[in-house]
Antibody, heavy 120, light 107 residues
Framework: EVQLLESGGGLAQPGGSLRLSCVVS????????MNWVRQAPGKGLEWVSV????????DYADSVKGRFTMSRDNSKNTLYLQMNSLRAEDTAIYYC?????????????WGQGTLVTVSS | EIVLTQSPATLSLSPGERATLSCRAS??????LAWYQQKPGQAPRLLIY???KRATGIPARFSGSGSGTDFTLTISSLEPEDFAVYYC?????????FGQGTKVEIK
């Protein structure tokens, strides 16, 4: 059974940092690209970032480029999102999502999400 | 960036009725469009990928069609558990983008 479990969310001050983690099981982790997708309260879905199965390639939404860094540890089946210079508009539920393949681009499994709140 | 526009914003229907949801892209996505269902407090769930392929475990009452810039998700006969928000998403281009969602509510 495929499982994704995020952690690391919480309250951060504007300009602060948080590091999200996503531990996965039930599939060959290094064979799939992984993504972070966020959802602001009461709003729709926004793609944030992607990392290839090997970890050698990443891409980011313009809204987070230069502030967020996505990485993975394939030996630990774990995905990370380092979030720096946080802004109020980063407040959202952050979901990790598995792609159907490596850089397939559709998301077939999602975690339950972790809430990030940026406020003073 | 490819903008996906979903219509209607809200669809009010009764169980057993047919639901037709639309997603229009600002430029062609060929057939690289997916549909997701999201219920309150839950993560999205993949229903349809590459326009018309049902994801694992998705009932046959869900079907997708279209090509280029115009796509449709059809639920042939609404079950009580189908009342939710539905999003379309394209994978032909970066950044990956989602539509703003269509809420299917009980009439």
């Amino acid at each position: 059974e495929v499982q994704l479990l995020e952690s690391g969310g919480g309250l951060a001050q504007p300009g602060g940092s948080l590091r999200l983690s996503c531990v996965v099981s039930g599939f060959t982790f290094n064979g799939y690209a992984m993504n972070w997708v966020r959802q602001a309260p009461g709003k729709g879905l926004e793609w944030v970032s992607v990392i290839s199965g090997s970890g050698g390639s990443t891409d980011y939404a313009d809204s987070v480029k230069g502030r967020f860094t996505m990485s993975r540890d394939n030996s630990k089946n774990t995905l990370y999102l380092q979030m720096n210079s946080l802004r109020a508009e980063d407040t959202a539920i952050y979901y990790c999502a598995k792609e159907k393949g490596d850089y397939n681009g559709h998301f077939d499994y999602w975690g339950q999400g972790t809430l990030v709140t940026v406020s003073s | 960036e490819i903008v996906l526009t979903q219509s209607p914003a809200t669809l009010s229907l009764s169980p057993g009725e047919r639901a037709t949801l639309s997603c229009r892209a600002s430029q062609s996505v060929t057939g690289y469009l997916a549909w997701y269902q999201q219920k309150p407090g839950q993560a999205p769930r993949l229903l349809i990928y590459d326009t018309s392929k049902r994801a694992t475990g998705i009932p046959a009452r869900f079907s997708g069609s279209g090509s280029g810039t115009d796509f449709t998700l059809t639920i042939s006969s609404l079950e009580p558990e189908d009342f939710a928000v539905y999003y379309c998403q394209q994978r032909i281009n970066w950044p990956r983008t989602f539509g703003q969602g269509t809420k299917v509510e009980i009439k």
